[in-house]
């Protein structure tokens, strides 16, 4: 196994025993096991790995592997709604498109779990840092979709 395998598997064992929420933790992890990391190469694993933020305990963030959201659980609506509702800050409608402005660095994780979601009306979304755009079948349909993304950041 190569020393970036050896590296990531640790990072792996580590976000699945605590809960981290920054790159700074996990760089500290490592350097104390004897990796000579710094937070650019944990800025890499973390992309290479497909990590994602997502709300913890005491109203801190976690990273979690983004497998865990879109598996087939009991409590995926619940993920689902936990997810947008701790993530997203606005959300608009132009045209057939619903943008979502999300907290930074969590828009990868919605994204993720709203693509996991069977919906005919979505089409496809794209994320970057704090934004996403879904594209809707039809300009109703983004209506229609913004109206329950609202209720659902509404439910605190």
């Known amino acids: 196994m190569k020393v970036k395998e050896k590296r990531q598997a640790q990072i792996l064992k580590l976000i699945s025993a605590v809960e981290v929420e920054t790159q700074e ?3 500290l992890y490592l350097q ?3 990796y000579k990391v710094t937070q650019a190469t944990v800025s890499r694993d973390i ?3 497909n990590l994602v933020k997502t ?3 005491q109203k801190r963030y976690k990273y979690i592997a983004s497998d865990q959201i ?3 659980t009991p409590d995926r609506k619940d993920r689902f709604s936990s997810l947008v509702r701790d993530g997203v800050i606005d959300v608009r409608v132009a045209q057939q498109f619903v943008i979502l402005r999300c907290h930074a660095g ?3 994780a919605v994204a993720s779990v709203i693509d996991s979601v069977d919906r005919a009306e979505i089409i496809g979304s794209i994320a970057g840092d704090d934004t996403i755009f879904i594209a809707a079948d039809s300009a109703e349909s983004a209506v ?3 109206n329950e993304f609202r209720q659902i950041i509404k439910q605190y």
């Open 25 to 27: 933790e996990i760089t």
């Open 32 to 34: 104390n096991l004897g």
């Open 47 to 49: 992309k290479d790995l």
């Open 55 to 57: 709300s913890g305990s």
């Open 70 to 72: 879109t598996s087939e």
């Open 106 to 108: 969590m828009a990868p």
């Open 144 to 146: 229609m979709l913004q």
